[in-house]
């Protein structure tokens, strides 16, 4: 237990199991993924490659390791090679702080919540590089609206987070997840009587996460119908895989952050068993989330560009700045 | 736009998403209707127009052409070839030869209805890929009868013997017809 605990060896057995968290969960869920739109189609999805499909992720990694990465002549080819590891990384270095149990969190800091956010905006940062360094028509025009959607949607995400920041009065991710124990309606959710639009705001922080992370109907950085593949289209083999892994990191990290803000984190529902058991309360409500996301995907079109920041501009941002004060009044009042 | 009707647009907006993904979820958990093809295969419809062939006779086991050779006058396409003889004992001509060339064939079916002792009809053969263009510009019906006429003969054993007495060989027009593998296969 004490070799455990020395600090070198505790952050290396997170740094792997953050790593290994991340790849296994970006393989398998386009697995999921497909599989996802394989039942809303009626069809079963991948298959073929060992038992139900199980071996797909591993065939899709082999062959996109085994593929060549070509720079393509005229590309920023450092800006280009960099454009990946800019994705990946950060998405990576958010799941530092997320507690996954009561005492299963890499690092406690209390300034978790700050920290993915200021991580998660490098996300645009280097799909912006991608597309630019790709010198390609689709990847810059890609590159335009990764901005002004993530700008849009940064908005009023960061509004509903000032939001939770009221109501709970910290940043510790662990303590915000404190906060919520006992009963599911403890969860930040259901706190109607802090704030009765609390479930509205769930929903636009969701809503955000949706466009943040690039995710249908908000897809429209890689709108492949327009845009051959967005800001990816002169990446191939393991530079577009790494893309590909870091939109699910993403996607897990957002799910995280949403279960932790108002799901109550690794709570269980019942206020008891949310000791040993947090990990598998924590994973239930973030994989349930992650669900979701899919189900999203599969059942609404993509959305035109204008209905996009029509959405953010006209109704999310006033919705969100009117919880905001509403949740500033109401805390002021009680 | 007053905030009311706004609030009610911005509403009604939402729970019709909702209900769009009520409907999708209804679909989920409905089972898949997918046929794994080449693992599973569906059972062509009745009327599922493959080319044609020669009928067994589920009685003799033999073909019930008699080598009339109404269904070669009927052909638009001039795609059909056939041959028969008189044999010893047996009141009508039975057929040796039937070539059909598919490569020419519209599948329209004169054949099939003109035929007036219904010894052709349309196989429920869809598998029909060669490498080879001879395989379907000289399709030996007559063989590939053989190979039904002895699947059939592994299910009727008493018959058995009496068939073989009376064969329905045709070696001259086999010779022509050996080379040509049977495209496909009827569905599993």
């Given at each position: 237990m004490s070799f455990l605990t020395l600090e070198p060896i505790r952050l290396l057995l997170y740094l792997v199991g953050v790593c290994a968290f991340v790849g296994a969960n970006a393989a398998y869920l386009v697995l999921a993924e497909r599989k996802g739109a394989g039942r809303i189609q009626r069809r079963p999805g991948?298959?073929?490659?060992g038992y139900a499909g199980l071996l797909q992720p591993v065939a899709d990694g082999i062959k996109l390791l085994a593929k060549q990465i070509m720079v393509p002549p005229g590309t920023d080819a450092l800006l280009f090679r960099a454009a990946p590891l800019m994705v990946m990384a950060p998405s990576l270095m958010c799941l530092a702080v997320i507690p996954f149990g009561a005492n299963l969190v890499a690092r406690d800091l209390n300034i978790g919540l700050l920290l993915v956010f200021s991580f998660g905006s490098i996300n645009v940062m280097a799909l912006m590089l991608g597309g630019w360094a790709s010198r390609n028509k689709f990847a810059i025009i890609s590159s335009a609206r990764v901005v002004s959607q993530n700008v849009a949607y940064e908005i009023p995400m960061l509004l509903v987070v000032i939001t939770m920041l009221m109501v709970t009065g910290t940043m510790n991710l662990n303590e915000i997840i404190h906060q919520q124990?006992?009963?599911?309606?403890?969860w930040n959710v259901f706190k109607v009587w802090v704030n009765p639009l609390m479930p509205v705001t769930f929903v636009i922080f969701f809503i955000c996460m949706l466009a943040e992370t690039n995710r249908a109907p908000f897809d429209m950085a890689e709108a492949e119908s327009e845009?051959?593949?967005?800001?990816?289209?002169?990446y191939g083999g393991m530079g577009f895989g790494v893309f590909f892994m870091a939109e699910y990191a993403n996607i897990v990290v957002g799910c995280c952050l949403a279960t932790i803000l108002f799901l109550g984190g690794w709570q269980s529902p019942f206020g008891a068993l949310s000791g040993v058991l947090g990990p598998l309360w924590f994973l239930l409500k973030m994989y349930a989330l992650i669900f979701t996301v899919i189900w999203i995907r599969w059942t609404f079109p993509r959305t035109q560009f204008y209905s996009l920041l029509n959405l953010s501009w006209k109704i999310l941002i006033p919705l969100s700045l009117f919880t905001l004060v509403l949740t500033g009044v109401m805390i002021k009042i009680i | 736009m007053s905030l009311s009707t706004a609030i009610r647009d911005v509403a009604g907006g939402f729970k019709s998403l909702l209900v769009g993904m009520r409907i999708t979820l209804g679909q989920a958990i409905k089972p898949s209707i997918t046929v794994q093809y080449p693992h599973q295969t569906l059972k062509m419809p009745a009327r599922f127009r493959g080319h044609v062939k020669l009928v067994l006779d589920p009685e003799t086991g033999k073909s019930r052409c008699t080598a009339c050779g109404l269904c070669v006058k009927a052909c638009p396409s001039d795609c059909i070839e056939l041959d028969g003889i008189k044999r010893e004992g047996e009141k009508k001509k039975s057929v040796t030869e039937y070539e059909l060339d598919f490569t020419k064939c519209s599948l329209c079916g004169s054949c099939v209805d003109v035929c007036p002792s219904d010894a052709i009809e349309y196989s429920k053969d869809y598998n029909v890929v060669s490498l080879n263009r001879e395989d379907f510009s000289h399709m030996d019906l007559v063989k590939r009868l053989e190979a039904e006429a002895e699947i059939w003969r592994k299910h009727h054993p008493p018959q058995a013997a009496a068939v073989a007495t009376t064969p329905v060989t045709a070696p001259a027009a086999l010779a022509?017809?050996?080379?040509?593998?049977?495209?496909g296969q009827k569905a599993p």
């Amino acid at each position: 237990m004490s070799f455990l605990t020395l600090e070198p060896i505790r952050l290396l057995l997170y740094l792997v199991g953050v790593c290994a968290f991340v790849g296994a969960n970006a393989a398998y869920l386009v697995l999921a993924e497909r599989k996802g739109a394989g039942r809303i189609q009626r069809r079963p999805g991948p298959n073929e490659a060992g038992y139900a499909g199980l071996l797909q992720p591993v065939a899709d990694g082999i062959k996109l390791l085994a593929k060549q990465i070509m720079v393509p002549p005229g590309t920023d080819a450092l800006l280009f090679r960099a454009a990946p590891l800019m994705v990946m990384a950060p998405s990576l270095m958010c799941l530092a702080v997320i507690p996954f149990g009561a005492n299963l969190v890499a690092r406690d800091l209390n300034i978790g919540l700050l920290l993915v956010f200021s991580f998660g905006s490098i996300n645009v940062m280097a799909l912006m590089l991608g597309g630019w360094a790709s010198r390609n028509k689709f990847a810059i025009i890609s590159s335009a609206r990764v901005v002004s959607q993530n700008v849009a949607y940064e908005i009023p995400m960061l509004l509903v987070v000032i939001t939770m920041l009221m109501v709970t009065g910290t940043m510790n991710l662990n303590e915000i997840i404190h906060q919520q124990a006992g009963w599911f309606w403890n969860w930040n959710v259901f706190k109607v009587w802090v704030n009765p639009l609390m479930p509205v705001t769930f929903v636009i922080f969701f809503i955000c996460m949706l466009a943040e992370t690039n995710r249908a109907p908000f897809d429209m950085a890689e709108a492949e119908s327009e845009l051959v593949a967005g800001a990816f289209t002169e990446y191939g083999g393991m530079g577009f895989g790494v893309f590909f892994m870091a939109e699910y990191a993403n996607i897990v990290v957002g799910c995280c952050l949403a279960t932790i803000l108002f799901l109550g984190g690794w709570q269980s529902p019942f206020g008891a068993l949310s000791g040993v058991l947090g990990p598998l309360w924590f994973l239930l409500k973030m994989y349930a989330l992650i669900f979701t996301v899919i189900w999203i995907r599969w059942t609404f079109p993509r959305t035109q560009f204008y209905s996009l920041l029509n959405l953010s501009w006209k109704i999310l941002i006033p919705l969100s700045l009117f919880t905001l004060v509403l949740t500033g009044v109401m805390i002021k009042i009680i | 736009m007053s905030l009311s009707t706004a609030i009610r647009d911005v509403a009604g907006g939402f729970k019709s998403l909702l209900v769009g993904m009520r409907i999708t979820l209804g679909q989920a958990i409905k089972p898949s209707i997918t046929v794994q093809y080449p693992h599973q295969t569906l059972k062509m419809p009745a009327r599922f127009r493959g080319h044609v062939k020669l009928v067994l006779d589920p009685e003799t086991g033999k073909s019930r052409c008699t080598a009339c050779g109404l269904c070669v006058k009927a052909c638009p396409s001039d795609c059909i070839e056939l041959d028969g003889i008189k044999r010893e004992g047996e009141k009508k001509k039975s057929v040796t030869e039937y070539e059909l060339d598919f490569t020419k064939c519209s599948l329209c079916g004169s054949c099939v209805d003109v035929c007036p002792s219904d010894a052709i009809e349309y196989s429920k053969d869809y598998n029909v890929v060669s490498l080879n263009r001879e395989d379907f510009s000289h399709m030996d019906l007559v063989k590939r009868l053989e190979a039904e006429a002895e699947i059939w003969r592994k299910h009727h054993p008493p018959q058995a013997a009496a068939v073989a007495t009376t064969p329905v060989t045709a070696p001259a027009a086999l010779a022509t017809g050996a080379k040509t593998p049977s495209p496909g296969q009827k569905a599993p």
